[in-house]
């Protein structure tokens, strides 16, 4: 059976491993979040991996506060870029595939069509940084696959649609960015098309693959209508009121622009990627349900 070790699997992406997994027969899954393996210290990955030996290693662990890493970015680069480098060594000397996550704020948001994997990542903010970071030391090391999302939200963890719906609780209007375009993306949809890879490439893949891919959901809009969607399908009848980013100020600056171009993993799987509305649909309809 191949086995498979998710880190940081108590997030929303790891959770939604979970979930799946319980659906999946032929993989055997292994979930640790920082009290289990904490992915900064290579002495215990190594030891963990000695007893726990794996096929494939999901790393979901990620600093993701994006305006707190404009504080603290010790705290940001450590994980997203020095335990990546990490976790790419370790994953060679095991003979493990990694897999990797990074994010659309690795580029500034200055093109007006979807970024593909060629553009060059011009991130404005620590955390893009940081990430971009981790990115770099993947290539040095030709290892992981690494596959940028944006926007994730999931019925696990905290995220935008969750605010939005608090938020549409407490008030009867509130204001959201307008002019910041990206593609929102269910978490359960990155698992899913994840787990796709492990399954069409098991018998393919081994550690010396590197590669960048993107994964979003279908179509794109601003926060603005993110927002107004997420209330009109939870049937809220709160006002969502467009403003500019300046009249919200931020601590780390976001780009204006950042819908990722989905062509290469749409042909390399074989998938059609589900329309970002089709899934918001489906994750307020379980959040909603939530005991
Ligand atoms: N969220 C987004 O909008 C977004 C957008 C684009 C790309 N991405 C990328 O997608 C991936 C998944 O994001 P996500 O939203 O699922 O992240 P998340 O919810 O913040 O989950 C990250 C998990 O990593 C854990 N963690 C922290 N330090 C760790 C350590 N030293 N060792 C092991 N685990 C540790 C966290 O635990 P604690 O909670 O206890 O810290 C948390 O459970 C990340 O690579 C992220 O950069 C996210």
Partial sequence: MTRVLVTGAYGQLGNEFKRLSGT???????????????????????????????????????YTAVDRAEDEPDVAYLL?????????????KKNIQLIHFSTDFVFDGTLRKPYTETDVPKPLSVYGKSKHSGEINLKKLKTGIIIRTSWLYSSFGNNFVKTILRLAREKEEIRVVDDQIGSPTWAADLAEVTVKILRQHKDTLNQLNWGVCHYSNDGECSWYNFAEEIVRLAGLKTRIKPIGTSEYPAKAIRPQYSVLNTSLIKNWLGIEIPKWKDSLKKCIYEILNQK
């Fill in 80 to 92: 997203n870029a020095d335990a990546v480098n990490i976790l790419g060594r370790i994953c060679i």
């Fill in 24 to 62: 999946i027969r032929d993989l055997e899954f292994i979930f640790t979040d920082v009290n289990e393996l904490n992915i900064t210290i290579e002495d215990e990955l190594d030891k963990f991996l000695e007893k726990h030996p794996v096929r494939f290693l999901i790393n979901c662990a990620a």
